[in-house]
């Protein structure tokens, strides 16, 4: 569910100062070392492929109700080469046609998340990623996880370009342009790679080195290469 870019930059949510040595400085970097494990915003995943069937995602999500309340029980190689959708489960359309449909849903995402919605950036995420949050964490701690980065992401500047095709449908992206504003922080951007994926007729976000495992095998030496890795 791709939604179209807005006509500016959301407000900018009040960026806390917390002192050095405060206890809120230091829950916001034992949340980044979490985060790390995912590859990005996104993070809170598992180590397994999970199934995409819409059967066990809809069991995933409704186990996940039966232990949480209010939010919780509601969540659930050339520019112009064309991509055979039959064929590699990707879209027919050009790269640059696909990485705008990806913008889009990156902006959308960590948009969804700084403004706290997230149902609607829970809604973003790939079957397979729902289900492993669901399955190792919870709702819950998926929430807090991205509650972390609230504040302190400035993702207007958002742009997203494909740095590789990879099977059943995976994209690997370059993100670049997102303001990161924590206190002390050894970064000024929010970027890095991370990965969508392309299921029932929609981009949806895919992040994290754990996701499958052979991306963890591939990526794993490689995480200080992740979306949100070097801050």
Known sequence: MVRPRPSGPPPHPATPQAPRGNPQRTALLIAAAILLLGGGVAALVLTGGGDDSPTSTVAAESSASDSSGGEEAAAEADESEFVEA???????????????????????????VVERDFRSAWALLSARKRQQ???????????????????DL??????????????????????????????????????????????????????????????????????????????
């Not at 064929?87 to 696909?98: I, K, L, N, T, Y």
């Not at 949050?133 to 504040?151: F, H, I, P, R, V």
Request: charged residues 30%.
């Open 86 to 112: 039959e064929e590699d489960g990707f879209p027919a359309a050009s790269r640059p046609e696909m990485e705008e449909e990806i913008d889009t849903l990156l902006l959308a995402y960590h948009e969804d």
């Open 133 to 151: 949050n669901l399955a190792e964490y919870g709702y819950g701690k998926w929430k807090q996880g991205q509650a972390s980065l609230s504040d």
């Open 154 to 231: 400035y993702p207007a500047g958002l742009r997203a370009r494909i740095d590789a095709l990879e099977d059943d449908g995976v994209a690997r992206v370059l993100v670049t342009g997102m303001d990161w504003t924590a206190p002390g922080a050894s970064c000024v951007e929010w970027s890095g790679l991370t990965w969508v994926r392309y299921e029932r007729g929609e981009w949806t976000y895919d992040p994290g080195y754990s996701t499958t495992g052979s991306r963890r095998r591939a990526w794993k030496p490689r995480s200080s290469e992740l979306l949100g890795a070097d801050c």
